[in-house]
């Protein structure tokens, strides 16, 4: 089969499509003939050989990426929820090695959900890493709940977007950062404040938060400290609690943590569940062919792509 192997990490024109050995499925696993991958900013940090990368070049050959939908064409012994010709989607392996830009996936059942019939191959694939990260910091981490006011950082990206999508869905009061020519996309998300953060500092504008999921990391972080009320939450997806933060945070009886997204074919049904009743949908900016995957790396590192980019890799 044909995959995008990391034979050295550096720039983009570094993953060459090679063949290898397709994958067989494992107990427990299915194997996916992937229709569509979706491209993080996590992927492009892998392919500079940082992050996660340590960890999987210890398992050659390195082949980067975790979301995937696709049609399973085999299951492993053991499996229970999934057939030959179900189509399903999923962020499989993370974080470890899921060897997604590939024209076949192995992967554990228990990282997939069925694919809803009314979503496209290319929307299910951006649903994944992007969307699980934004449920499972508002839901399982914040524990949001009705009325509550909720503050999104980078609101119009690949997390932010879908965050703000599952924040409205609990009935919160949301708030979003972004570009002023990213405001009327944000209100059509469901946002109700936005907040231009090229002209104002959002601490000055954004007072008595329940909860504030920021993506930008540390400076950011201790500066959304003001944003939160007594008691509040503030989770970073990007390492920005650090220990001085927290300290900082806890004076004020705030809470504040970091959080690193995990498959979650639990999650990831839920999330199914909203695309398929259209409470939950992907705003993909920019679809790539297989071959171009250096290309949809190159948008992913501009760092203003609104919503997700995705590369299709099978569509017979």
Known sequence: MKAFV???????????????????????????????????????????????????KDTPPVIVGWDISGEVVAVGEGVEYFKEGDEV???VN???HGKAYAEYVAGPEKHLAHKPANIPHHEAAAATLAALTAW??????ADIQPGQRVLIHA??????????????????????????????????????EEVDYHKYDVAD?????????????????????????????????????????QAEAKKRNIEAKNYLVHSSGEDQAKLADM????RLRSHVSH????????????????RKTNGKVVVTVATD
């Open 6 to 56: 990391l034979n050295e990490p550096g720039p983009a024109d570094n993953l060459k499509m090679q063949d290898v050995d397709k994958p067989s499925p494992k107990r427990g696993e299915v194997l996916v003939k992937v229709r569509a991958v979706s491209i993080n900013p996590v992927d492009t940090k892998v392919r500079e050989g940082k992050g996660l990368y340590e960890k999987m």
């Open 89 to 91: 989607f999923g962020m």
């Open 94 to 96: 993370f974080p470890g």
């Open 136 to 141: 499972q910091v508002l839901v399982n981490e």
């Open 155 to 192: 609101a119009a990206g690949g997390v932010g977007h879908y965050a703000v999508q599952i924040a409205k869905y609990f009935n919160a009061n949301v708030i979003g950062t972004a570009s002023p020519e990213n405001h009327e996309f944000l209100r059509t998300m469901g946002a109700n």
């Open 205 to 245: 504008v954004v007072m008595n938060a329940d909860i504030v999921l920021d993506s930008l990391g540390e400076e950011n972080t201790r500066k959304s400290l003001a944003c939160l009320k007594d008691g509040g939450k503030i989770i970073s997806i990007l390492g920005g609690a650090t220990e001085a933060v």
């Open 275 to 278: 695309m398929r009743d259209e």
């Open 287 to 302: 679809v790539f062919n297989f071959e171009d995957m250096a290309k949809a790396h190159k948008q992913v590192e501009t």
